[in-house]
């Protein structure tokens, strides 16, 4: 009889190996019967058989080990396992961002106890009025001051990121507070409906070419950036007053924005924001059939007026990185509405802005200047005043104006930031005089302003500029695992100028003073 020695295999698996270990079993029970029939064996088959016996054994050795393994397998591969197919993992610790699937979710935003202290009243929120609420003697706010608090303009923010597929890569972003209230939602400037949308788009980038595509609600591109035409850089003064500061150039609406960036030191865009136009209307009749906005309909707030907007607000910037500083320039095209008898009419207005940021002592102190000039400007100021008004045929005039900011930020130690800022509105008169004497337009000297100083006394008060200076300070008390804490002190004082009319042209003031307590909590 021929012995067959078994072939060693691969092993992958317990069953080869239990087939194997059978034909071995069924070589050595054979061997006896082989050898009575045979009466006789030498040597050499008994070696044989023993080295059988030592096969089995060793067989029997590795059954049982891969046994335990299929039972207790390895931390590597436990490990493996474990991240093959993760719902949700949270990154190291620290870290605002969840993975779920292939998209990457960061979570910002900060809770804040906020104070408020005006020498006259507004009775306004986190947000001040700076053109029709800064009170003249003619009112019994002027002699009263006013104390608020306030925690309405916390803020909650997500970005969610999806995965780069070669050069091609998307991300969406969302921010909100609670500063809306629906008897005063707008589209003027912040879009403040409730609850109070800040930012939300969608963000797509080409790396390859420089190209980014943004469709959505966010800055308008009018507002200066720190660095290109990056979104989420924008350079926004820092202070409490959600308001910010007049002089400073913004909106947040509703826009599609096309951006270039050649290369590291210039970038292009051009957006195409939605648009709504502040309208004066002087106290004087209007020709019948004259049609300049229209009560909200539909999704908005019948108790606000809306214009009769024909084209999105046009705006094209150039920006320049040369290595110190960021410096950029940009124009806007706009359209105004109106009808008489059926007749539309449509004026445009225009506006040249340019900005820049300074580093005076790396990192530690900037100078920033922007300013913006044109007719029909008036909507993309802090201080709100007019982009038009109205003639006594009844159509639309564009008013000139202006707005200047300049500032400095300090950074003196890492938990401080202190700032400075003067910022300036202005607005040029646009008056009328009617066949019968009566005024019309903005700023015209027939309107009565012989009460300002007499309370309950008849005040029209056209705004003709707003300058402001406002200090403060930030100090991050707190900054580890936890997250990290906050407060800032800031004071402003605000003067008013209006248009001479009957009686004169007195100004006002106003000082504020703010408090802010803030927790971020995903900022380590």
């Known amino acids: 009889m021929t012995l067959i020695r078994p072939q060693a295999r691969p092993r992958s698996g317990g069953a080869p190996v239990r087939r194997r270990l059978a034909v071995v079993v069924a070589a050595v029970t054979a061997g006896p019967l082989?050898?009575?029939?045979?009466?006789?064996?030498?040597?050499?088959?008994?070696?044989?058989?023993?080295?059988l016996k030592e096969q089995v054994q060793q067989l029997q050795?590795?059954?049982?080990?891969?046994?335990?393994?299929?039972?207790?397998?390895?931390?590597?591969?436990?490990?493996?396992?474990?991240?093959?197919?993760?719902?949700?993992?949270?990154?190291?610790?620290?870290?605002?961002?969840?993975?779920?699937?292939?998209?990457?979710?960061t979570f910002g935003g900060f809770m804040e106890l906020g104070t408020i202290y005006r020498n006259r009243n507004e009775t306004a929120d986190m947000g001040s009025n700076w053109n029709t609420a800064i009170p003249y003697p003619n009112s019994s706010n002027y002699g009263l001051d006013e104390?608020?608090?306030?925690?309405?303009?916390?803020?909650?923010?997500?970005?969610?990121?999806?995965?780069?597929?070669?050069?091609?890569?998307?991300?969406?972003?969302?921010e909100f507070d609670f500063l809306g209230a629906a008897p005063t939602a707008n589209s003027n400037e912040s879009n403040?409906?409730?609850?109070?949308?800040?930012?939300?788009?969608?963000?797509?980038?080409?790396?390859?070419?420089?190209?980014?595509?943004?469709?959505?609600?966010?800055?308008?591109?009018?507002?200066?950036?720190?660095?290109?035409?990056k979104v989420r850089s924008e350079a926004i003064p820092l202070t409490i007053d959600a308001?910010?500061?007049?002089?400073?150039?913004?909106?947040?609406?509703?826009q599609i924005r096309l951006v270039e960036r050649f290369n590291d030191v210039v970038s292009a865009g051009l957006s195409f924001e939605s648009p709504q136009a502040l309208i004066f209307n002087g106290p004087n009749p209007l020709?019948?059939?004259?049609?300049?906005?229209?009560?909200?309909?539909?999704?908005?707030?019948s108790g606000q007026n809306y214009s009769l907007d024909p084209a999105p607000d046009i705006i094209g910037k150039v920006a320049i990185d040369p290595g110190f500083g960021h410096y950029e320039v940009y124009g806007m095209v706009r359209w105004f509405r109106d009808q008489v008898a059926?007749?539309?009419?449509?004026?445009?207005?225009?506006?040249?802005?340019?900005?820049?940021?300074?580093?005076?002592?790396?990192?530690?102190?900037?100078?920033?200047?922007?300013?913006?000039?044109?007719?029909?400007?008036?909507?993309?100021?802090?201080?709100?005043?007019?982009?038009?008004?109205?003639?006594?045929?009844?159509?639309?005039?564009?008013?000139?104006?202006?707005?200047?900011?300049?500032?400095?930020?300090?950074?003196?130690?890492?938990?401080?930031?202190?700032y400075l800022y003067f910022g300036e509105e202005h607005a040029d008169s646009q008056a009328y005089t009617d066949a019968g004497g009566l005024g019309y337009g903005y700023g015209s000297p027939l309107y009565d302003n012989s009460g300002c100083e007499t309370l309950g006394g008849k005040c029209?008060?056209?705004?003709?500029?707003?300058?402001?200076?406002?200090?403060?300070?930030?100090?991050?008390?707190?900054?580890?695992?936890?997250?990290?804490?906050?407060?800032?002190?800031?004071?402003?004082?605000?003067?008013?100028?209006?248009?001479?009319?009957?009686?004169?042209?007195?100004?006002?003031?106003?000082?504020?003073?703010?408090?802010?307590?803030?927790?971020?909590p995903y900022q380590r």
């Open 34 to 51: 082989f050898l009575s029939s045979a009466h006789a064996q030498d040597a050499a088959t008994a070696a044989q058989l023993q080295t």
């Open 61 to 105: 050795k590795q059954i049982d080990q891969m046994q335990q393994q299929q039972s207790h397998p390895p931390a590597a591969q436990t490990a493996v396992a474990a991240t093959a197919t993760p719902p949700v993992v949270v990154e190291k610790k620290g870290s605002p961002a969840l993975h779920a699937g292939p998209v990457t979710l």
């Open 147 to 174: 104390f608020r608090m306030s925690a309405r303009q916390s803020r909650l923010s997500l970005l969610a990121q999806g995965p780069e597929s070669g050069s091609n890569r998307a991300e969406g972003y969302l």
């Open 192 to 229: 403040s409906y409730t609850p109070r949308l800040r930012h939300v788009y969608g963000l797509y980038t080409r790396s390859d070419v420089g190209f980014s595509l943004l469709a959505g609600q966010t800055w308008s591109m009018a507002t200066m950036f720190k660095s290109g035409l």
């Open 243 to 254: 308001q910010y500061v007049p002089g400073f150039n913004w909106t947040r609406d509703p």
């Open 287 to 301: 020709p019948p059939g004259t049609v300049f906005n229209n009560p909200g309909g539909s999704l908005y707030y």
């Open 342 to 418: 059926g007749h539309n009419d449509t004026q445009n207005g225009e506006g040249v802005g340019a900005g820049m940021i300074l580093p005076l002592v790396h990192d530690v102190l900037d100078f920033r200047a922007s300013g913006l000039f044109g007719n029909g400007i008036g909507r993309y100021g802090s201080a709100q005043l007019p982009d038009v008004t109205l003639k006594p045929d009844g159509h639309f005039a564009t008013i000139r104006g202006y707005h200047v900011l300049a500032g400095l930020e300090a950074h003196p130690a890492p938990a401080w930031t202190a």
């Open 460 to 520: 029209a008060a056209n705004t003709k500029s707003i300058m402001q200076g406002t200090g403060g300070v930030w100090w991050k008390y707190y900054q580890g695992e936890i997250g990290n804490l906050q407060m800032g002190l800031q004071y402003s004082y605000t003067k008013r100028e209006i248009f001479p009319g009957v009686g004169g042209d007195p100004d006002t003031n106003i000082s504020v003073a703010m408090f802010s307590l803030r927790y971020y």
